[in-house]
Each structure stands twice: as structure tokens, then as C-alpha cells.
């Protein structure tokens, strides 16, 4: 049965940093695309990144880019989310999420695999 952990988050000010990460277990996800999405409160689920199971090429929301870096560890069949510069409108749970194919998807539906979520809280 596949399980994804996340861990990492918590309360920070604004301009500060927070890494995530979510461990993933039950299958290896070395060849396998790896997403973070975030849900606010009353607002719908957003993609955040995806790091490809091809090449580790990598897309973020314009939202985040710049400031948040996604990577993964094959070892430890484990992804990251570095994010820097955090703004209190970066606030809300942070999904891990996976596919059963390489390629990146940005919306929900295209995901196989969910995290239960950590909590983000920036404060200004």
C-alpha cells in the first residue's frame, strides 16, 4: 500500500524558510512524477511544483517561483520542498502528491497519490 508522509511544516515569519519533506513508502518513486499542491483556507486545492521521474526536470507555479525549490532523493524515495522568502499568502496545508506516470501534472485530477497534508503558517 503506497503512503506519502509529509513533515516539515509549521509556523514562520514573513521572509523566513521552511523545508518539507514527504517520504514515501510501499513503492519507489525513482521513475516517477512527484508533485506539492497547497489548499487555503476556502479556497480549492493549487499546484505548488513537480520534479519528473525522466530527467528531474522541474515546474513551478508562478506563484512560487523563484522562491520555492522542489527536489527529491531516490535514495530515500523522499521529495522536498525548500521555500524561502515565505509570504503570509504561502499560508495553507501542503499536499504531497504522486503519479503513476514520469510527466508532471498541475491539477488534482491527474494525481494517483495524496499525502495527508502539513500545516504552513506564515505570519506577517
Known amino acids: 500500500q503506497v503512503q506519502l508522509v509529509e513533515s516539515g511544516g509549521g509556523l514562520v515569519q514573513a521572509g523566513g524558510s521552511l523545508r518539507l519533506s514527504c517520504a514515501a513508502s510501499g513503492r519507489t518513486f525513482s521513475s516517477y512524477a512527484l508533485c506539492w499542491f497547497r489548499q487555503a483556507p476556502g479556497k480549492e486545492r493549487e499546484f505548488v511544483a513537480a520534479?519528473?521521474?525522466?530527467?528531474?526536470?522541474?515546474k513551478y507555479a508562478d506563484s512560487v517561483k523563484g522562491r520555492f525549490t522542489i527536489s527529491r532523493d531516490t535514495t530515500k524515495n523522499t521529495v522536498y520542498l525548500q521555500m524561502n522568502s515565505l509570504k503570509p499568502e504561502d499560508t495553507a496545508v501542503y499536499y504531497c502528491?504522486?503519479?503513476?506516470?514520469?510527466?508532471?501534472?498541475?491539477?488534482?485530477?491527474?494525481?494517483?497519490?495524496w499525502g495527508k497534508g502539513t500545516l504552513v503558517t506564515v505570519s506577517s
Open positions: 520534479i519528473t521521474g525522466i530527467n528531474g526536470a522541474t
Open positions: 502528491a504522486a503519479r503513476n506516470t514520469p510527466f508532471i501534472a498541475t491539477t488534482p485530477t491527474g494525481i494517483n497519490y
